[in-house]
């Protein structure tokens, strides 16, 4: 049976465009200029921010509250805030409409014909997981921790988390539970594009009990921090000299990795600059295998690694990769990675 798509837009241009798309690869489409128009049920529905005046937020939990639905969104650059709002409401993706003058919705066509054909093979149950209000059951099956008796361990570990589609609410639900007093840095690649991460980061700072940065040049990876890896740019590792400090570094994608930034790339940086022992790699869900090859690496030299399971992973792609490869110490549902990153930094 074919897959019935919903394109929610005013724009003739866009609805056209995705037309085209749709039915190129054989699925049914349908469309509407507004959400009050949707009147019946559908496998996915895309919708185009850019031209509804309604707030992300409000929009993606009336859809589902209608039903389990999964939703693809699309805007442009400009609106990067209504493309998180929508996340962290339970979008599954997104697609950022192309910034330059003169070049068209046709250079993202492979890329929204990737998407369409991932997000179409996700269960719909999974929609469930990735609403805000099932997160927070969830979390509530964390044992409890009275974060003003925390006391912290006095060493030094560091947290590596790597996630793609699914992922940004996860961290954001990471860094709201740990105290402003965990003793242990986090380093942080979520696929973003350029641009968006430097958002990301400022909307993760203030709602976390940590220092929330995006990752530049010379950023030192200290307790109380947690590091953003920058959009465009491969988030490495070095030691500054004069007292060893371990500090982030930019780099260009000369590997020519498909995400930029890339988990594998922080993972195989850190193995080279940090004791793989004091090194705890957690892989979260996304679509591909980034972050499998590194995990590998870091587990054989003595890291301690954490994949995401297959039962609450939007997307059991990069955590089941690692796990396959052999990369994972241990695989754990969502709501026990969290508890074990608190428990890590906890006396």
């Known amino acids: 049976m074919k897959k019935n798509i919903l394109v929610v837009s005013k724009s003739p241009l866009v609805r056209n465009f995705l037309k085209k798309i749709i039915e190129k690869n ?14 019946s049920t559908y ?72 998407k369409i054909s991932q997000i179409l093979k996700i269960p719909k149950i999974k929609v469930l997981l990735n609403k805000p209000k099932s ?37 954001e639900t990471i860094l709201r539970t740990l105290p402003e007093n965990y003793p242990y840095p986090l380093c942080i690649v979520q696929h973003m594009p350029k641009n968006f991460t430097k958002r990301f980061a400022e909307r993760l700072n203030s709602i976390s009990k940590l220092k929330v940065v995006e990752a530049k040049n010379g950023e030192e990876v200290v307790k109380g921090k ?33 995400f930029v930034p890339s988990v594998d790339e922080m993972f195989l940086s850190a193995l080279k600059v ?22 590998v690496a870091l587990k054989k030299a003595g890291a301690y690694t954490i994949a995401e399971s297959e039962e609450t992973a939007v997307v059991y792609g990069m955590p089941k990769e690692a796990y396959l490869r052999g990369g994972a110490t241990k695989v754990l549902p969502f709501p026990k990675i969290v508890e074990e990153i608190l428990k890590l930094g906890e006396k």
């Not at 979008?91 to 046709?106: C, M, R």
């Open 226 to 258: 947690a590091i953003i890896g920058k959009g465009g740019w491969h988030l490495h590792f070095a030691r500054r000299e004069e007292d060893n400090t371990v500090i982030t570094k930019l780099a260009p994608n000369t590997s020519k990795r498909f």
């Open 135 to 171: 997160l927070k059951k969830d979390l509530k099956n964390i044992k409890e921790v009275k974060l003003s008796l925390y006391k912290p361990k006095d060493d030094l570990k560091y947290i590596l988390i790597g996630a793609s589609t699914g992922g940004p609410r996860l961290i």
């Open 43 to 114: 496998d996915l529905i895309i919708l185009d921010l850019d031209t509804l005046d309604i707030d992300p937020t409000q929009l993606i939990k009336n859809i589902i509250a209608r039903k389990p639905t999964r939703t693809l969104v699309i805007a442009s650059e400009e609106n990067e805030e209504k493309i998180l709002k929508a996340l962290e409401a339970g979008a599954l993706d997104y697609i950022v409409k192309p910034s330059k003058v003169g070049i068209s919705l046709q250079t993202k066509e492979k890329e929204i014909e990737e």
């Open 274 to 295: 940090i004791d793989p022992k004091k090194i705890v790699a957690v892989l979260l869900t996304g679509i591909g295998d980034d972050g499998a090859e590194g995990m």
């Open 26 to 39: 054989n699925y049914n489409s349908e469309f509407a200029k507004n959400i009050e128009e949707i009147q």
